[in-house]
T-cell receptor
């Protein structure tokens, strides 16, 4: 079955640590996105990538980094520079052909301890 | 001004009621519009796309008003299982580069 997979589902980070969230899709989608969601809030765009080896900052990119070395993969690193990283992180992918809705992974819930 | 704005609710309605949500968007060049449903602590899932001519899927009807820059979602004969947060989503970028999400409208359907 085609889909988009995020891992891990839950992640605990100590202050000052970098952590990487995985996002893999086998939908052959060109564009991939990372969003952050805080309790009772909407989704805010962190980074997006429309093509391999290219990515753009979203609205809240500070303290995050990404890479897009393969079409299927778009990992997000939450660095120690991100002062308030506890949140629900969602990865999405979109096809540029045909239907253009976003498909989401199941999310990673990151907690700083 | 936010790209997409929604009334956060909550809307508390009895089973069988009809309920309507509106969402406004700021970019008149926006191209694609969607309603997503998000259950508590889960990822958003596509409920329906919104087309210029309006579209219906069972109990759900979505409409787009480009002149006034809003989209709407109507739910008829509400079920308990409709309780969720409904997110309005607008694609405002050329080449599909930016999806903007509203903060969501919470619906509670009560027996």
């Amino acid at each position: 079955d085609g889909g988009i997979t995020q891992s891990p589902k839950y992640l605990f980070r100590k202050e000052g640590q970098n952590v990487t969230l995985s996002c893999e899709q086998n939908l052959n989608h060109d564009a991939m996105y990372w969003y952050r969601q805080d309790p009772g809030q909407g989704l805010r765009l962190i980074y997006y990538s429309q093509i391999v080896n290219d990515f753009q900052k979203g609205d809240i990119a500070e303290g995050y980094s990404v890479s897009r070395e393969k079409k299927e993969s778009f990992p997000l690193t939450v660095t120690s520079a991100q002062k308030n990283p506890t949140a629900f992180y969602l990865c999405a992918s979109i096809s540029k052909q045909g239907r253009t809705e976003a498909f989401f992974g199941q999310g990673t819930r990151l907690t700083v301890v | 001004r936010k790209e997409v704005e929604q009334d956060p609710g909550p809307f508390n309605v009895p089973e069988g009621a009809t309920v309507a949500f509106n969402c406004t968007y700021s970019n008149s060049a926006s191209q694609s519009f969607f309603w997503y449903r998000q259950d508590c602590r889960k990822e958003p899932k596509l409920l329906m796309s919104v087309y210029s001519s309006g579209n219906e899927d069972g109990r759900f009807t979505a409409q787009l008003n480009r002149a006034s820059q809003y989209i709407s979602l109507l739910i008829r004969d509400s079920k308990l299982s409709d309780s969720a947060t409904y997110l309005c989503v607008v694609n405002s970028g050329r080449n599909f580069n930016k999806f903007y999400f509203g903060s969501g409208t919470k619906l509670n359907v009560k027996p």
